[in-house]
């Protein structure tokens, strides 16, 4: 059995985010399908150029074990205005079935009731918004929404997807292939 997701990609999307989101759940196996809320490429939030696999239009109606969103405040505030976006996400969170968000795109999941009475985190100022109080943890998870703060957190953010999709010994086995080495041995001085 494959393992589908889905990253919505909109102009302004944090790359970061984006593409270690992306490359980690298919090193790990995922079938990831990057979807562009427009047609053609995505201009990232650092100027980075994105080629989205197929445009949202085409996979709307199809069902996806995940579905993440990357942050970026242009690309957030796009998500967050996209209809579509917003059936998807409701019928997604109406099934129990995995949604994720980080950095600014948790304010997506606020502003359609989906963190409503969860425990959640986001980069600073982007849950205040909606009358939330966010969590200071890197990686939140609450049942089936998963949060995160920022471009810092994404390899952290991306191996929890995995761990919750494919468990701990496939996210372990993913960042062993990365060398990451522990927080300890992070910086020697």
């Known amino acids: 059995m494959s393992v589908r997701v889905l990253l919505p990609l909109a102009d302004g999307a944090e790359e970061l985010e984006a593409v270690t989101v992306v490359d980690l759940l298919r090193r790990a196996g995922a079938d990831v399908v990057v979807a562009g809320l427009d047609t053609g490429t995505v201009k990232a939030s650092r ?64 502003a359609n009731g989906i963190l409503d009475g969860r425990r959640a ?31 810092g957190t994404a390899m952290d953010f991306a191996l929890q997807l995995i761990e919750v999709l494919f468990g701990e010994e496939k996210a372990a086995e993913v960042e062993q292939g990365l060398q990451r080495p522990p927080a300890h041995l992070r910086y020697a001085g």
């Open 121 to 151: 985190t986001a980069f600073p100022g982007h849950l205040e918004a909606y009358g939330m109080t966010p969590e200071q943890a890197t990686v939140v998870v609450d049942d089936f929404v998963i949060t995160s703060r920022g471009p």
């Open 47 to 110: 100027g980075v150029t994105l080629q989205p696999d197929v445009e949202l239009d085409a996979v709307t109606g199809e069902r996806f074990d995940l579905i993440v969103l990357p942050g970026g405040v242009g690309g957030a505030e796009r998500l967050e205005g996209d209809e579509r976006i917003a059936g998807m996400l409701r019928r997604q969170y109406d099934r129990g079935d995995w949604i994720a968000a980080i950095c600014a795109a948790p304010r997506v999941l606020a």
